[in-house]
């Protein structure tokens, strides 16, 4: 069965410092990658996705993801983060074998400290 | 802008009660999803449905029904609430069924006393 792995549940951090949270996923066969990220008592919003193409994707917020398929990953970086940023942020995958349904992962919480 | 709207933000239950949570949306999407959130173990698929009057089982359906009568509205029926079904309840639709464009309610949290 397929999986996705947020390999760090709290991340905390500090206002103006980088952040990578990780992801990795069990199979690079047709998938799709996304990340969500979800503020304290609201729904899920789509931060970014990759479909096709190019292997670095932009996102909302200044926040940018890399697809490594020899590695499986899709990990998200931000090169400077800011109080708002404050969130859990969830990893989610669709394979084609799985008629492309959202699987996610555990989430990870970042907490963003002045 | 999309919108899927979820009747109850809070709702608390007694065991045993039987449970509709309601979701809509308004923009004529085929599919319709019905996830549960719980600490460290993020989101989990409960039941979806790419049409009208049809329905499939999700990774986690045990305990729970739904029904979607019309193409807006999306139902999920705990048939006789338990305490293990405490947790946050999150819809989802989208227009094309390929893991992309889902829009997300702001969540049902329920708690079973």
């Known amino acids: 069965a397929q999986s996705v792995t947020q390999l760090d549940s709290q991340v905390p951090v500090f206002e103006e410092a980088p952040v990578e949270l990780r992801c990795n996923y069990s199979?690079?066969?047709?998938?799709?990658l996304f990340w969500y990220v979800q503020y304290p008592n609201q729904g899920l919003q789509l931060l970014l996705k990759y479909l096709s193409g190019s292997t670095l994707v932009k996102g909302i917020n200044g926040f940018e993801a890399e697809f490594n398929k020899s590695q499986t990953s899709f990990h998200l970086r931000k090169p400077s983060v800011h109080i708002s940023d404050t969130a859990e942020y969830f990893c989610a995958v669709s394979w084609y074998t799985n008629d492309y349904k959202l699987s996610f992962g555990a989430g990870t919480t970042v907490t963003v400290r002045a | 802008d999309v919108k899927v709207t979820q009747s109850s933000r809070y709702l608390v239950k007694r065991t045993g009660e039987k449970v509709f949570l309601e979701c809509v949306q308004d923009m004529d999407h085929e599919n319709m999803f019905w996830y549960r959130q719980d600490p460290g173990l993020g989101l989990r698929l409960i039941y979806f449905?790419?049409?009208?009057?049809?329905?499939e089982k999700g990774d986690i359906p045990e305990g729970y029904s739904v029904s979607r009568e019309k193409k807006e509205r999306f139902s999920l029926i705990l048939e006789s609430a338990s305490t293990n079904q405490t947790s946050m309840y999150l819809c989802a639709s989208s227009l094309l069924s390929n893991g992309y464009g889902y829009t997300f309610g702001s969540g049902t949290r329920l708690t079973v006393v």
């Open positions: 199979s690079s066969v047709s998938v799709y």
């Open positions: 449905s790419y049409d009208v009057k049809m329905k």
